[in-house]
Each structure stands twice: as C-alpha cells, then as structure tokens.
C-alpha cells in the first residue's frame, strides 16, 4: 500500500511501489518534536515526503540568528534539489512536531541500472514536476523578503497565503515568532505592524488566524 498519496508517485502501479521498496530506494522514518533531520553541511541522496507532522527549513548564522525560509506541511517534500544535485546541505530541516518522513533515494533510484524499469520515466518525469513547483514556491518567499517595508513584507505574504488557501480568512502555519523569523523581521515590529494595520481595518486577526479585509480606495 502507498504510505502517501503524492505527485511523486503519479501512474507508479502498486507492483512497482513494491520494486522502489524493495530495491531500497524507499524508507520511512518517525521523529520526535525537535529533531533535526539534516544540519548544515550534511550530503544526502536522500530527500524527503512528510507524511504527517510539520518541518521547518532553518538558516542560523553564527550568532544564533534564526530564518525560517520555508514550512513544510504534510504532502510536501524537501531537500531535492540536494539529493539531486550531490552537493552539501546549506540549512537545517528541523522537526518542530513529531514527524513521519518518507524518503526517496535519488542515489538508488536514477541509477543507470534501473533505466530499463517499467517505473524509471514515470518516476524521473514525476521528479522534474516536484523541482518546477518547488521553485514556484521558493519564488513567493523571496517576494515576502523583497521589500524593506515590514508591511509590505507582511501584506505579500498574507496575500500568498490567501491566494493559495482561496479565501480571506486563513491559519498561516506559524506562531508570531515563527512568523517573524520566515519574514527575517523582529517579532516586536510585526507585531506593532500587525496591530497598526488591524487598527486601519487592512486585517483582523487573532493568533495565526487572519482574515483579510477589502479596503475602499
């Protein structure tokens, strides 16, 4: 049976699910809240589909300055693109719930003597789909972070989320300093720029729900 119904997997038949396990390209590992998965400078050719839990991509200078520089949720995957390309872990994968990862290892998988599997194009193409949307996702960060403004930073971010949830009223998957580190801002100033554009009626919120309002020109 498939552990989890995802993009990776598309037209892959249970027989050759079966054949991904049993060649040892596939694994699936439980962690506990607070674990890190791969640190800074690790190499793998391994990446990874959350099962259930949530995982935060981490860059933390030598100062011990936290950047959150993305969520990841259940369904979703991460570090490809370095199981892909071979080369040293640049942030932490950090377990901030109890977690249950499936891993894919590119290493086994894509190599030469499996290029006659019945399963080898459907996976690869199935691959190169997952790279393109992660760089889609990638991109609406380095939108959040463009601006100096903290409200524009938080107005981008807030829209995205909306977009993607298809309503005003949403739970963004982060607490305030959560929130603040993804931003790269100071969890006091969002927080008074939270409050001032509640104030202006631009949101509302409370917690890590907000609903956005529609403002009249």
């Given amino acids: 049976m498939f552990p989890i119904n995802h993009p990776v997997f598309n037209k892959i038949t249970q027989e050759e699910y079966k054949e991904l396990i049993s060649c040892g390209g596939i694994r699936t590992v439980e962690y506990k809240k607070g674990t890190v998965l791969f640190h800074t400078g690790d190499q793998t050719e391994e990446f990874g589909i959350l099962i259930s839990g949530k995982i935060h991509i981490e860059n933390i200078d030598l100062w011990g300055n936290r950047m959150i520089l993305h969520n990841i949720s259940a369904g979703q995957a991460f570090a490809e693109t370095y199981a892909f390309c071979k080369v040293p872990i640049m942030v932490d994968v950090t377990a901030v719930e109890d977690s249950k990862v499936l891993?894919?290892?590119?290493?086994?998988?894509?190599?030469?003597?499996?290029?006659?599997?019945?399963?080898?194009?459907?996976?690869?193409?199935?691959?190169?789909?997952?790279?393109?949307?992660?760089?889609?996702?990638?991109?609406?960060?380095?939108?959040?972070?463009?601006?100096?403004?903290?409200?524009?930073?938080?107005?981008?971010?807030?829209?995205?989320?909306?977009?993607?949830?298809?309503?005003?009223?949403?739970?963004?998957?982060?607490?305030?300093?959560?929130?603040?580190?993804?931003?790269?801002?100071?969890?006091?100033?969002?927080?008074?720029?939270?409050?001032?554009?509640?104030?202006?009626?631009?949101?509302?919120?409370?917690?890590?729900?907000?609903?956005?309002?529609?403002?009249?020109?």
């Avoid at 607490?175 to 939270?194: G, T």
């Fill in 103 to 217: 891993f894919v290892n590119i290493g086994i998988l894509m190599s030469c003597g499996n290029q006659t599997k019945s399963w080898y194009n459907k996976l690869l193409y199935n691959l190169l789909v997952l790279s393109t949307e992660k760089n889609l996702a990638w991109s609406s960060r380095v939108f959040c972070i463009a601006s100096k403004s903290i409200r524009t930073r938080v107005m981008t971010y807030l829209s995205s989320e909306a977009v993607r949830c298809g309503t005003m009223e949403f739970t963004v998957p982060f607490d305030r300093q959560q929130m603040a580190d993804y931003l790269n801002v100071e969890r006091s100033a969002l927080s008074k720029e939270l409050g001032r554009m509640q104030k202006e009626g631009i949101l509302s919120f409370r917690k890590n729900k907000f609903h956005l309002h529609r403002v009249d020109e």
